[in-house]
């Protein structure tokens, strides 16, 4: 499962996140690193990887904080 489509789909939308944090500083980074999160976690779930599925839960809430925090800060600029 870890080398499967839902792996691509992982390693593309956090490749993606990143592209658009470099390029664009935009919130939807979090939101896309938070799709690829959530697929990385159900493919290490479904592998018996209990390390990586952790890894991953713990980053799926800090791309939650990510983005309600950007979220703050944008409000607050204005």
Known sequence: MLSGPLAYFAATTGLVGTIINAHWRNKWCFAIWLCSNIAWL??????????????MAIYACISIDGWFRWGRLENNSR
Do not use: R
């Not at 159900?42 to 890894?55: E, K, N, T, V």
């Open 42 to 55: 159900i493919s290490a779930i479904a592998d018996g990887a209990w390390p990586l599925a952790g890894q």
